[in-house]
């Protein structure tokens, strides 16, 4: 029995690898992504607060974000126009992340410029990779089989996550030694490293087999561009139900590292928190929603992950309202975990509407014009709470939050019993 276990065991291990395997490129992509914009953007708000800037003022920052919400005004390019390199799909993920990284070397020698001058830089590195994002996701829909792309989803959260690590834990950690050339270069060669895999991705050949696969419908030709606003129209009720998601999603659980600052835990141990914590957490829950969207079924999952959220957000009320920053604590990485079930289900059921003829269009529009619809109450997050304070602030966000994601449920359930699917 024991000399039988061992082969057994490695033949396992091999069939697993196998099956990872093609999710590699997709899982690299995503690691750039994370890592890029958690570099730009993921401490920045944390170290100025902790030296004294105004939470209003912090606010303002999400605004280096801002690219993700607007790749709705030029995906349609992406779906029109196929750049002379590659496949369509792959030649604009290269072009996207060699200019990323471009804009990452002159941003390495910046740092005595003038802080509009980086912050322009870092907007348009921030687009670049907004743009590689649409790109893959397109390339998601036209070549994966509908069944597989829960993996992909997996794949892209355990990747930003992974990335999240990388770009804040490591390089945002280790800045005293690395420096900011260090750094940003550091982030630079992750970007170009991290884009090989793709350039081996037979594009054109699972794009035939998924169409043929797919019937007609999915093998048709393109239709007439349209622009954005046209899509929009057809999208706009599900646009504003992620929407509606997202923004809450940001109310409940994004300035919790901001009021943990506030009630006094040190920067060192929130930058923990923030940039190793959450990311592992994430990274954790996006190999185990996979299994447990198919065992428990998708709607269940997103409710027992929305259960959580509210959970960590009333603990979070006690928190700042008794000036307790272990149960500060305890109720950040609760909700870590709680939204943790919500990432697979969500970008799956963005891959399943963005299906059609114009999948970066579409996905660019389910994504990105959410994200946008919901960057006002992001930057208006920290000044609200300023304002009404922690306590009040998080009570005031419970019931936005259970609202959306009640309405999200809905749709997700009523696309899947379109589908025919079990929940």
């Known amino acids: ?12 291990v091999v069939d697993t690898l196998a099956a990872l395997r093609p999710l590699a490129p997709f899982f690299c992509l995503y690691v750039t992504f994370g890592a890029t914009l958690g570099f730009l953007s993921g401490g920045a708000p944390l170290i100025l607060r902790a030296r004294g800037v105004e ?42 992340q ?38 893959l996701e397109a390339l ?72 043929a696969g797919a019937g007609t419908a999915a093998g048709a030709g393109p239709e007439r561009w349209s622009g954005s606003l046209a899509r929009l129209r057809r999208l706009g009720g599900r646009v504003l139900v992620l929407g509606a998601y997202f923004a809450a999603s940001y109310l409940v659980g994004g300035p ?19 940039g190793t914590v959450l990311p592992a957490v994430n990274l954790v829950m996006a190999l185990a929603a996979g299994w447990l969207a198919a065992r428990f079924g998708t709607v269940r999952l997103i409710a027992v992950g929305a259960l959580g959220v509210l959970a960590s957000g009333g603990l979070m009320v006690v928190a ?34 963005a299906q059609g003829p114009k999948p970066a269009t579409d996905y660019a529009l389910l994504f ?10 992001r930057v208006a997050a920290p000044a609200l709470a300023g304002w009404i304070g922690w306590p009040g602030y998080f009570a005031t966000t419970l019931p936005l939050y259970a609202a959306a994601v009640a309405w999200l449920a809905v ?9 025919g699917a079990a929940r």
């Open 320 to 353: 700042c309202a008794g000036r307790v920053p272990d149960l500060g604590i305890t109720a950040a990485v609760l909700g870590f975990v709680a939204g943790g079930f919500l990432g697979v289900p969500v970008f799956n059921m963005i891959y399943r509407w």
């Open 1 to 12: 029995m024991t000399g039988s276990a061992g082969p057994a065991i490695g033949t396992r």
């Open 140 to 211: 998601v829909v036209e070549t994966v089989p509908a069944e597989r792309r829960a993996f992909v989803a997996s794949a892209k959260l355990c990747g930003a996550s992974l990335g999240g690590i990388l770009g804040v834990g490591v390089l945002v950690g280790s800045y005293d030694s690395l420096g900011w050339r260090g750094a940003v270069l550091a982030c630079a060669a992750l970007d170009a490293l991290c884009l090989l895999p793709i350039l081996g991705y037979r594009e054109s050949r699972l794009r035939e087999i998924r169409s």
């Open 98 to 135: 060699a200019a990323s990284v471009l804009l990452l070397v002159v941003l390495s020698l910046g740092e005595a410029w003038p802080l509009p001058a980086l912050l322009a830089l870092a907007i348009a590195a921030c687009a670049c990779v907004a743009t590689m994002d649409i790109a």
């Open 55 to 96: 939470l209003a003022e912090v606010g303002l920052l999400q605004l280096i974000n801002l690219p993700v919400g607007l790749t709705f005004l030029w995906a349609p390019l992406l779906d029109r126009l196929r750049l002379p390199i590659l496949g369509h799909r792959i030649g604009w993920i290269a072009a996207a």
């Open 411 to 419: 749709a997700v359930d009523r696309t899947l019993r379109d589908d």
């Open 368 to 377: 990105g014009a959410a994200f946008f619809a919901a960057m006002p109450l």
């Open 256 to 274: 919790n590292t901001l009021a943990l600052l506030d009630l006094g835990v040190p920067l060192g141990q929130v930058g923990t928190l923030t």
